[in-house]
């Protein structure tokens, strides 16, 4: 029997998590199509990817809950995550570096909407590297963003012995910048909360600073111009950045990564870039910090995690019908290390 026009023409599908409006919050308004969504193309310099896990950034909700801003940002419907661990199922002529079949990590890095919670991700070459033969999924899922943006923030800015300072070291970025300072032949100092201390210890931090017990920016004082490089994942305290020439180095740098967004804190960044010294800016470089793709970077992180210089800290693994609970646990800010999601299905994770 001849196969029908329509049926020919029908276009695949793939199961996905996805939003329409983030209104009281995201975790409360994803939803699985019950029909699925369509499987997305590539094009000549794309991969498509089968997810197996996902890992999720804090931009994944807080994107979507700008609201108003949001909508000319994002379409609806949604699916929401960047990085993410799985196999090539498809590479356009441009892309034929990676085969069929290779497990591969990175991040999507391109416009929000189309994310690592659907079972296909299409993703450009630039935002991809091999998995090493035997690392595992889970651990892989969360270096993109997070991986990427702690090399992009410290590797330009320091050389072996330098002193660098990283303010907020037991989130997702903050765990990959201490070890991958240290990767490069830094000390470093960094800050968190007593209940990670030790997690910090572990990953190789020098000095490890109590914020809520001590006053961050008098204790970095005493030490003198001694750091070569301050990375803020935080945004807080406000007056860091003002009064880091009293712990930076002359020819030093500022790398702001981390911020709540909202008016308030673009104002504050606006006046680390333009407000000069005398009229109360700083007095060190300052850099708010753009993530760009890059496989070769990817490849080195990826290379330093099959070495164990690197490890990836995962905070807490997800089924895939738990998805808004991952989301729940991201918010509460306690995570320590990456949230991670298995997105593909009835497989044992590997």
């Given at each position: 029997m001849p196969t ?38 590539i094009t000549e ?306």
């Amino acid at each position: 029997m001849p196969t029908s026009s329509a049926h020919k023409n029908k276009t695949p599908k793939m199961y996905a998590w996805q939003f329409k409006t983030s209104t009281g919050g995201l975790e409360n308004n994803l939803y699985l199509p019950a029909a699925g969504v369509p499987k997305p193309k590539i094009t000549e310099d794309q991969v498509l990817v089968e997810v197996y896990s996902a890992a999720l950034n804090p931009a994944d909700y807080k994107v979507p809950e700008l609201g108003l801003v949001a909508r000319g940002m994002i379409p609806s419907p949604s699916t929401p995550g960047q990085d993410f661990c799985g196999k090539v199922c498809e590479t356009g002529r441009k892309a034929a570096s990676y085969r069929v079949g290779d497990m591969v990590f990175g991040t999507h890095g391109g416009p929000f909407g189309h994310g690592s919670l659907g079972q296909y991700i299409v993703v450009s070459k630039e935002m991809l590297a091999p998995v090493p033969t035997g690392l595992k999924a889970d651990h892989m899922a969360g270096v993109g963003v997070a991986g990427l943006t702690a090399y992009q923030s410290i590797q330009p800015h320091v050389k072996e012995g330098d002193k660098v300072f990283i303010n907020g070291g037991s989130g997702g970025t903050g765990t990959f910048g201490i070890q991958i300072a240290k990767a490069l032949g830094c000390h470093v100092t960094t800050s968190c909360s007593a209940a990670n201390m030790e997690l910090c210890k572990n990953l190789g931090a020098d000095e490890v600073i109590d914020y809520k017990t001590m006053d961050l920016v008098e204790t970095l004082k005493k030490k003198g111009q001694v750091f070569s490089l301050v990375v803020d994942n935080v945004g807080m305290p406000s007056n860091l950045y003002g009064l880091c020439h009293h712990f930076v180095v002359h020819h030093g740098h500022y790398t702001q990564v981390g911020a709540d967004i909202g008016v308030a804190s673009a104002f504050q960044h606006a006046g680390n870039m333009f407000l000069p010294g005398f009229l109360g800016g700083g007095r060190r470089k300052y850099q708010f910090l753009s993530l760009k793709p890059n496989h070769e970077q990817l490849a080195q992180i990826g290379k330093w995690i099959d070495e164990g210089k690197v490890k990836p800290v995962i905070d807490s693994t997800w089924e895939y019908d738990d998805a808004p609970r991952a989301f729940e646990r991201l918010k509460t800010q306690r995570a320590k290390g990456k949230v991670i999601v298995h997105v593909k299905k009835n497989i044992i994770m590997e």
